[in-house]
């Protein structure tokens, strides 16, 4: 089946210990975007690619960086995480152009815990 | 800037039962769409139901539902023949001319058996 698939589901990091957080799709699709999910609180998103154009959110701390090797990878780096960066983190994909209303379709997360 | 809120942050129903999850939002914007997203207990979100705006007909997906009211800018989902399944988190979302999805704080439904 066609989906999103992150890697790894469950990630563990030290303070200070620079991680990355891996996503793939199979659905051939043109937008992939980054959320953080913490406890009970909706999705915020990170930053977005449109192809390889790279869309930053504007409170999306400098600590948070992404590349996209190509369409179907997607990686969320992760400088120095700080306590305060453990979270959910979630990927999704959606079809279209910039700026379309296209669904998103969502992997099914890695939490990261920062002891 | 378009924002979606959920006055519910809890809900509970009876199995086999019937519940309404509510939604408004703020925008705009003529064209855009709505979503109701589900996010079981550590768990993958999932889409419930998509709305178009142009389109009066409200969607229905099985025993999922919306009352969309597009004057009132209001998007309630309806859960029909309630089961233990149907326990998730449920978040309303909005995506407009940005693309990006806004997301109400969700409404965490139980279901009892």
């Known amino acids: 089946d066609a989906m999103v698939i992150q890697n790894p589901r469950y990630q563990v990091t030290q303070f200070g210990k620079p991680v990355t957080l891996s996503c793939s799709q199979t659905?051939?699709?043109?937008?992939m975007y980054w959320y953080q999910q913490k406890s009970s609180q909706a999705p915020k998103l990170l930053f977005h690619?449109?192809?390889?154009?790279?869309?930053n959110e504007a409170d999306t701390p400098d600590n948070f960086q992404s590349r996209r090797p190509n369409t179907s990878f997607c990686f969320l780096d992760i400088r120095s995480p700080g306590l305060g960066d453990a979270a959910m983190y979630l990927c999704?994909?959606?079809?279209?152009?910039?700026?379309?209303?296209?669904?998103?379709?969502f992997g099914p997360g890695t939490r990261l815990t920062v002891l | 800037a378009q924002t979606v809120t959920q006055s519910q942050p809890e809900m509970s129903v009876q199995e086999a039962e019937t519940v309404t999850l509510s939604c408004t939002y703020d925008?705009?914007?003529?064209?855009?769409?709505l979503f109701w997203y589900k996010q079981p207990p550590s768990r993958q979100m999932i889409l419930v139901i998509r709305q178009e705006a142009y389109k009066q007909q409200n969607a229905t997906e099985n025993r999922f539902s919306v009352n969309f009211q597009k004057a009132a800018k209001s998007f309630s989902l309806k859960i029909s023949d309630s089961q233990l399944g149907d326990a998730a988190m449920y978040f309303c979302?909005?995506?407009?001319?940005?693309?990006?999805?806004?997301f109400g704080k969700g409404t965490k439904l139980s279901v009892k058996p």
């Open positions: 659905l051939n699709h043109n937008v």
């Open positions: 999704a994909t959606s079809r279209g152009n910039r700026g379309s209303t296209d669904t998103q379709y």
């Open positions: 690619y449109y192809d390889k154009d790279f869309n």
């Open positions: 925008t705009s914007e003529s064209d855009y769409y």
């Open positions: 979302a909005y995506v407009g001319s940005q693309g990006n999805l806004i």
